[in-house]
């Protein structure tokens, strides 16, 4: 705390015996380590309130902003509440036309007509035109199977 070394601490004693006595030394002693013990409650006590009132603060300021997001949560259900209530309400014999159309859109001549060979080039795009089970033959026929 006050960065005392051990040689300074002989040197006071040492001053201490000489201008107080042997009978007086162990009093004063005492007497100051009393106060010694007393100042470090109270700095260890001040310690203790400020965080007490540092914390308080930060949990009113807490408290403030939850009551902040609990409105706010408030006022966009309210707001969701009367955007969907004002969709349910619109006619769709009223409603401007769109660019959707009911029906589905038609696949292209060639996938149609193909038939079988749109769906094996579809397959062929996503890597799955192999059986991998089945065995295949290099030029002298020693390759069996492939996995």
């Known amino acids: 705390m006050f960065d005392i070394?051990?040689?300074?601490?002989v040197a006071v004693s040492l001053i201490g015996l000489i201008v107080l006595g042997p009978k007086r030394l162990p009093e004063v002693a005492r007497t100051a380590g009393r106060w010694m013990g007393q100042l470090r409650r109270f700095i260890s006590d001040v310690k203790l309130d400020l965080d007490r009132e540092i914390h308080s603060e930060e949990l009113s300021e807490l408290r403030k902003l939850k009551q902040e997001l609990d409105s706010t949560r408030r006022l966009m259900q309210d707001t969701s509440g009367e955007l969907v209530k004002g969709f349910a309400e619109i006619n769709p014999d009223t409603a401007a036309p769109t660019i959707h159309s009911p029906q589905p859109p038609a696949?292209?001549?060639?996938?149609?007509?193909?038939?079988?060979?749109?769906s094996l080039s579809a397959a062929g795009k996503r890597g799955k035109t192999?059986?991998?089970s089945r065995?295949?033959?290099?030029?002298d026929g020693t390759r069996k199977t492939r996995r």
């Not at 070394?5 to 601490?9: A, D, I, N, P, T």
């Not at 696949?107 to 038939?115: E, H, N, T, V």
């Not at 065995?135 to 030029?139: A, E, Q």
């Open 130 to 132: 192999r059986n991998k």
């Open 5 to 9: 070394g051990f040689s300074e601490l």
């Open 107 to 118: 696949l292209p001549d060639a996938a149609s007509a193909g038939g079988k060979s749109a």
């Open 135 to 139: 065995s295949v033959k290099k030029h």
